[in-house]
């Protein structure tokens, strides 16, 4: 029988961060409240496009920081979601 045993060793120089300081921003709800409230969109959006969210109307209740979150993840080539404001999909990964 042959055995043949592989040992791969890494030694890498990492940091660590510790947050001292931090901004809590408001929300139209807290996270993973699945009400009215919570919508991102006035009416449905298809979720698996790219692009359907961007003829969307916001709902009232969102506000500067929920609309700077969506902002901060589409331009990272996420799709929010039109029930949950904090929400995004990543459409080329379920595709």
């Known amino acids: 029988m042959d055995t ?4 791969k060793m890494e030694q890498k120089d990492l ?3 510790k ?3 931090f901004e809590e921003y408001i929300m139209p ?3 993973h409240e699945l009400s009215m409230a919570s919508a991102t969109f006035t009416g449905p959006v298809n979720a698996l496009s790219k692009t359907a969210w961007q003829n969307a109307f916001l709902t009232d209740a969102m506000n500067d920081s929920s609309i700077s ?3 901060y993840c589409t331009i990272a080539g996420l799709t929010p ?3 949950e404001w904090w929400h995004f999909n990543d459409i080329d ?3």
């Open 4 to 7: 043949m045993i592989i040992r």
């Open 15 to 17: 940091k660590a961060v």
């Open 19 to 21: 947050v001292v300081q």
């Open 29 to 31: 709800t807290p996270i």
């Open 69 to 71: 979150l969506q902002r």
């Open 81 to 83: 979601l039109a029930s």
């Open 93 to 95: 990964a379920i595709n």
